[in-house]
């Protein structure tokens, strides 16, 4: 299984831009990067995935550099309700064994100040 | 609307006394999963399984069970429950075909007296 680690806590002000980087040293050929958002007492929510280089939807952007052993979540212009921990995940597909099995981490908490 | 379901929401309960947490999903999906969430140790899983009466151990089986005998409805039975099993327990599901992405219900809080 491929190890992430992620920084356990950030602050951030309202507007700004907010960077969460996951390191996962061993991640396989074949395992996608997926973020998911989780605020308190609920289930964590998708947020983005991608394989390699950048991928951006309406939420978030995704940055995945070439050797594919760390990515970097940005979110832009926070807001008070983006305050919650995310998770980065990184698939454990071993398509021979047939197993799905996926490791979360501790996940970032971050808080967003007015 | 596509979802998935648990129940009971919350539970107390006391020692030894059996229970069955409810999981249900209306999308489909092979996959189905069951994570436990505790103050400072993240989502850890507890049970998967792929497809119906397919099952495998996640990273925290002890002291759990499930059962796939259908397709939507993967159940987590605890036969005999612990003080230690009071958590926050989450349901899953997603496809195996295309993206990754897991569908979490909206847990369910058990407290083992």
């Known amino acids: 299984l491929a190890k992430t680690t992620q920084p356990i806590s950030m602050d951030s002000y309202e507007g700004q831009e907010v960077n969460i980087t996951c390191s996962h040293n061993?991640?396989?050929?074949?395992?996608?990067i997926t973020w998911y958002q989780q605020f308190p007492s609920q289930g964590p929510r998708f947020i983005i995935q991608g394989y390699k280089t950048k991928v951006t939807n309406e939420v978030a952007s995704l940055f995945i550099p070439a050797d594919r052993k760390s990515s970097t979540l940005s979110l832009p212009r926070v807001s008070l309700s983006d305050t919650a921990v995310y998770y980065c995940?990184?698939?454990?597909?071993?398509?021979?064994?047939?197993?799905?099995?996926?490791?979360f981490g501790k996940g970032t908490k971050l808080s967003v100040i007015p | 609307e596509a979802q998935v379901t648990q129940n009971p929401r919350y539970l107390i309960t006391v020692t030894g006394k059996k229970l069955t947490v409810t999981c249900s999903q209306n999308m489909n999906h092979e996959y189905m999963s069951w994570y436990r969430q505790d103050p400072g140790l993240g989502l850890r899983q507890i049970y998967y399984?792929?497809?119906?009466?397919?099952?495998d151990k996640g990273d925290v089986p002890e002291g759990y069970k499930v059962s796939r005998k259908e397709k939507r409805n993967f159940p987590l039975i605890l036969e005999s429950p612990s003080p230690n099993q009071t958590s926050l327990y989450f349901c899953a599901s997603r496809t195996l075909a295309g993206e990754e992405t897991q569908y979490f219900g909206p847990g369910t809080r058990l407290l083992v007296l």
């Open positions: 399984s792929m497809n119906v009466e397919v099952t």
């Open positions: 061993n991640i396989a050929t074949n395992d996608y």
């Open positions: 995940l990184v698939g454990d597909k071993d398509s021979g064994a047939g197993s799905y099995q996926l490791t």
